[in-house]
C-alpha cells in the first residue's frame, strides 16, 4: 500500500521542524451551527475554555492598514472630498516612506483598495476602476451564510470562489474579508475555505489577502480560551492549518466590548501581520 507523506519544513520563527497538515474538509451541515451555548439569546455571551495553548508566532514584520474611509464613516456623517484628501495627507506623513497604502496623490504610500459584495454587478465597478486590490466581503458564519446569504457553506465557499477567480483572471488581488468570524465554525468552514484560497493563490501567482473579522467583538485573547472567540486560535488556525503566511492575514477587530486594542496586538503577537485602524479612534460601533 503507498503511503501518504505530509511535508515536513523548517519554522524560521521557532528554528523547529514541523509537519503540515492540511487535511480540514468542508463540513456541509443541513442546520447552521449558531453556538448558542456560547451565545444564548437571553443571557450575556459566555467564554469557555479548554486550555489549548498555541505558540506565539511573531511576524518579521507588523503594519497598520486604514480603514477610516470604509468603517470609520458608518458611524459618522461621510467626509467631505477636501477632507478626505486632508486625511491621506495625514496618513501619508504618519506611514513615512515604507507604508503599505498608495494613495492618489502622487504618493506610492499609502495605497487605495476597494470592498466589494461578493457579487458581479460590485466586480464590475473594480473593473471600470482599474483597481489593482480588493476587499470581498466572505461572510463565513452560520448566522450569515445561512440566515443573510440563505446558502449552505457550500453553496456559499462556491459563491465565493467564483468571485475570486474573476479577480484573479483580470489579475486583481482579493483581500478576502471573513466577516464574523469569531462566530463561525473555524475547522469545518473557515480553514476549510481558506485552503482553497490558498491553492488558488498557488495556482495564480497573486496574493490573497485573508482579513478576520471580529464583527461583532467577541474575540477574547485569553490563552486556552476556545474558538471561535480565541484570537490566538483562529490566527493560528488561518497560518498553520491553512497555510495563511502572516504578510496575508489581517486582523478587523471591532470594539463593542473595548478589546479592540488588546485584540489586535493578539493577533501580532500570534502571526498576523496586518492590523486594521482608524483614524481618530472613529470606527463601527
Known amino acids: 500500500m503507498e ?39 437571553d443571557e450575556v455571551p459566555k467564554i469557555a475554555f479548554n486550555d489549548r495553548i498555541v505558540p506565539h508566532h511573531m511576524p518579521h514584520q507588523i503594519w497598520i492598514t486604514d480603514t477610516t474611509f470604509r468603517d470609520g464613516q458608518q458611524s459618522r456623517a461621510p467626509y467631505t472630498t477636501e477632507q478626505i484628501v486632508t486625511i491621506y495627507d495625514y496618513l501619508h506623513k504618519l506611514g513615512g516612506p515604507h507604508g503599505l497604502i498608495r494613495a492618489y496623490r502622487g504618493y506610492r504610500y499609502p495605497q487605495v483598495t476597494s470592498w466589494i459584495r461578493a457579487s458581479k454587478k460590485d466586480f464590475e465597478l473594480v473593473k471600470s476602476m482599474g483597481m489593482r486590490e480588493t476587499g470581498i466581503l466572505v461572510s463565513c458564519s452560520d448566522y450569515h451564510i445561512f440566515y443573510k446569504m440563505h446558502m449552505t457553506r457550500r453553496q456559499a465557499m462556491e459563491h465565493y470562489l467564483t468571485i475570486v477567480k474573476e479577480c484573479l483572471e483580470m489579475g486583481i488581488s482579493p483581500r478576502c474579508h471573513l ?29 490573497i489577502k485573508v482579513r478576520a473579522c471580529d464583527t461583532m467583538g467577541y474575540g477574547v485573547n485569553y ?9 490566538p486560535g483562529i490566527i493560528y488556525g488561518l497560518m498553520v492549518h491553512s497555510g495563511v503566511p502572516s504578510e496575508l492575514i489581517e486582523w478587523h477587530g471591532h470594539n463593542d466590548f ?9 493577533a501580532w ?17
Not at 7 to 24: A, G, K
Not at 223 to 231: C, E, F, K, L, T
Not at 269 to 285: D, Q
Open 269 to 285: 503577537l500570534y502571526g498576523a501581520s496586518g492590523v486594521n485602524c482608524s483614524l481618530f479612534g472613529i470606527g463601527e460601533r
Open 223 to 231: 490563552p486556552g480560551a476556545v474558538i471561535p472567540r480565541s484570537v
Open 179 to 207: 466577516e464574523d468570524i469569531t462566530r463561525a465554525d473555524i475547522y469545518g468552514y473557515v480553514i476549510p475555505f481558506c485552503l482553497e484560497l490558498m491553492k488558488l493563490r498557488d495556482q495564480y501567482g497573486i496574493p
Open 258 to 266: 473595548y478589546k479592540a486594542v488588546s485584540n489586535s496586538t493578539t
Open 3 to 41: 503511503m501518504e507523506y505530509r511535508q515536513v519544513h523548517m519554522n524560521h520563527t521557532s528554528h523547529l521542524l514541523e509537519l503540515e497538515e492540511h487535511m480540514y474538509p468542508l463540513v456541509d451541515v443541513e442546520r447552521p451551527n449558531t453556538f448558542r451555548n456560547l451565545f444564548p439569546y
